[in-house]
């Protein structure tokens, strides 16, 4: 079983910065792709930004250049910074990891962006 519990969530103003963590933990060898996924109300959940073991980094349009992923394989971690933070970024933001071909999700954490 493999668990994923992510942090850094909360409220900031318009063009302000967050970092989400996300930490997993379990039975896990290695961890492949992990990526962080966003549902804001009323829409459909969406990939924000995804990363593999070796670093290869993949990102929604409406966040290129303003948000980084990153990753610890060591201590299972990835990270989201967040910067130039807008309204439209305002969702629940879940951590994804991939571990032997399964998907494995955090809770998520809530992020609001106030205008």
């Known amino acids: 079983q493999v668990q994923l519990v992510e942090s850094g969530g909360g409220l900031v103003q318009t063009g302000g910065s967050l970092r989400l963590s996300c930490a997993a933990s379990?039975?896990?060898?290695?961890?492949?792709?992990m990526g962080w996924y966003r549902q804001a109300p009323g829409k459909q959940r969406e990939l924000v930004a995804a990363i593999t073991t070796g670093g290869i980094r993949n990102y929604v349009d409406s966040v290129r250049g303003r948000f980084t992923i990153s990753r610890d394989n060591a201590k299972n971690t990835v990270y989201l910074q967040m910067n130039s933070l807008k309204p439209d970024d305002t969702a629940v933001y879940y951590c994804t990891g991939n571990v032997m071909g399964m998907d494995y999700w955090g809770k998520g954490t809530l992020v609001t962006v106030s205008s």
């Open positions: 379990g039975s896990i060898f290695r961890i492949n792709t």
